[in-house]
């Protein structure tokens, strides 16, 4: 959102700083005549000069003419033709003595050394024609007429550009507020929390009551209630019927007993009261994992954490692991490359490990080894995470389904799992263990066959890091 912000904000300021320079080159045009003008105003002026200083030179001679040059605080000259001065006092703007040239008909302007010099003829009341000169200082050619423009703009463009922006600012917040107020809602009710909602704007202006904003916060909440009445709902309904099941199971115990003390041993009933008695307790095993689920679903998050040694936890139940894999012809080993102490509640993590390493031998292929590794990574915020990968040698998980294998009754191979009595609960069970736990769970499938799953969960902080490099090697086969 922070880079929408400045996306937004920088648009507004950089069209408001164009209409504004835009503006002010509209002014400069207005307020400065075109070439035309310029030059009309500047002859006038000239042929006013000249009359003044020829009247001046004929009512008071060379002392009149240069009174009148030093009050105006000019360098002038006056010549009967394009020659030199009449008074000897007052500078040779002409540039010649007196060789006859003829008399300019109009006003000429010419470089002369330095100076720029205007030559303006001039006919006094007495028939007399002079040449009026005026010098100027000449201009290289390098000027820039920029300073004058910036001259004229300062400092009225800069502080119109500091208003525009900050009232583009104010604008840009009025309009990204909301925004970041629905993304924060939207990834809390992603993470499962379904009671966020956004608190909705009480304007009592009628310029923002019922805009856009608010109509979508409006919906977003509608659509947050809706979502936890139909998952709320949906765990009430696995609860109730989870333990409405439970007593004529109970029931059903009961009167297995019942009928194999009374049933012949050599007869085939027994065989059926055995088969009845193996789908009895995966029946109970099953209902026993859907109220775990349900509880786990319900949670938001675990108050008894304690201290959990992963390595310990693990060395716990490889024994029973170990066994169980004898039974498929394959073995489980443990390989950790440190300690690696976490805040957790024991029970919970246990019961994820347990899952996820009894799905890997459930479903390896036989004669092969599932794999168990600890590690500790760092990630780029400087984290540290304790990694615990489970790996079997089993036919693979298509990779469009890697990420639906911890959805709840999700089974991949829906023959092979009635096959080996997988019920798609004990992934989906582990992996919101382990989001309890504030970590990470994921699936991919290893390079020659097989599938790892990837338990990702933060150590204890401050944790000593000399433990953390600590080699181990404990296989368990």
């Known amino acids: 959102m922070r880079g929408l912000f400045f996306k937004i904000f920088a648009i507004f300021w950089i069209a408001q700083s164009l209409i504004f320079i835009i503006s002010t080159a509209l002014i ?211 609860r109730d019927v989870s333990h409405e099941l439970r007593s004529p199971l109970a029931r059903l115990n009961v009167a297995l007993e019942l009928a194999r003390e009374d049933a012949d041993p050599d007869t085939e009933i027994e065989t059926h009261l055995g088969r009845i008695e193996r789908e009895t307790e995966r029946l109970s095993k099953l209902i026993s994992q859907l109220l775990t689920l349900s509880s786990m679903e319900a949670m938001n998050q675990v108050n008894n954490f304690g201290p959990v040694l992963l390595n310990e936890l693990i060395d716990q139940m490889t024994p029973d692991a170990g066994y169980e894999a004898q039974q498929r012809q394959c073995t489980v080993s443990f390989h950790a490359d440190a300690e690696c102490a976490i805040l957790g509640n024991r029970e919970l993590l246990y019961r994820a490990v347990e899952n996820v390493l009894r799905n890997a031998i459930r479903y390896t292929e036989e004669n092969s080894e599932v794999e168990i590794r600890l590690a500790v990574v760092t990630e780029e915020k400087g984290s540290s995470m304790a990694v615990l990968e489970i790996s079997d040698r089993g036919p693979g998980i298509p990779e469009s389904e890697l990420h639906s294998i911890f959805q709840p009754f999700y089974r991949v191979d829906r023959a092979r799992s009635a096959e080996t009595g997988g019920v798609g609960v004990g992934l989906a069970i582990a992996e919101r263990a382990v989001k309890l736990h504030h970590g990470e769970m994921r699936a991919y499938n290893r390079a020659g066959g097989g599938t790892t799953v990837r338990l990702q969960l933060p150590l204890v902080e401050g944790d000593d890091r000399q433990r953390q490099e600590r080699k181990i090697t404990n296989p368990v086969s």
């Not at 000249?50 to 009148?68: K, Q």
């Not at 009710?189 to 304007?203: D, F, I, K, Y």
Request: aromatic share 10%; with cysteine; charged share 20%.
């Open 28 to 238: 400069v045009q207005h307020r400065f005549p075109r070439p035309d003008i310029l030059m009309d105003s500047l002859f006038s002026n000239l042929r006013n000069q000249a009359r003044e200083s020829v009247d001046a030179f004929e009512t008071g001679g060379c002392g009149s003419l240069e009174a009148y040059a030093a009050i105006h605080g000019q360098t002038i000259a006056l010549t009967r033709e394009a020659g030199s001065s009449l008074c000897p006092g007052m500078p040779d703007l002409a540039g010649g003595s007196g060789n006859g040239t003829r008399f300019p008909d109009h006003i000429i302007g010419r470089q002369v050394g330095q100076q720029y010099v205007w030559s303006v003829p001039f006919s006094s009341a007495t028939n007399r024609n002079y040449v009026f000169l005026l010098a100027r200082p000449h201009a290289p050619e390098g000027h820039d007429p920029y300073p004058d423009l910036l001259h004229f703009a300062f400092p009225q463009l800069p502080v119109a550009i500091a208003v525009g922006g900050a009232t583009t600012f104010v604008l840009v917040l009025l309009f990204t507020r909301p925004l970041v107020k629905l993304r924060k809602a939207a990834r809390e009710l992603a993470q499962g929390n379904l009671r966020t909602r956004v608190a909705e704007p009480a304007s009592k202006s009628r310029f923002f009551r019922g805009d856009e904003f608010q109509a979508l916060v409006h919906d977003f909440n509608h659509m947050a209630e809706r979502l936890e009445s139909l998952v709320g709902a949906q765990q009430l309904l696995l």
